[in-house]
């Protein structure tokens, strides 16, 4: 039976383990940059809502205002 060598098993673990490691760890980089993009455009969209929403209200106000004048 052959002898193992630990230090032989846990290099060859860490050299066979380490690219997927690094390819994992970029991976999950990109996956928050995109969540983290979708989030700012989710944001900026709510925002450009609400303000085009206030917008529509002071114009109604003004449009009324002057009507009943």
Do not use: C, W
């Not at 993009?37 to 209200?57: C, F, G, K, W």
């Amino acid at each position: 039976m052959p002898q193992l060598n630990a230090s032989a098993v846990v290099s060859n673990g860490a050299e066979s383990g380490f690219p997927r490691f690094t390819e994992l760890q970029l991976y999950q980089a990109l996956l928050e940059s995109l969540a983290s993009e979708h989030s700012a455009r989710m944001v900026a969209m709510r925002n450009a809502s609400d303000n085009a929403m206030q917008l529509i209200d002071d114009l109604t106000l003004v449009y009324n205002k002057a009507r009943q004048a």
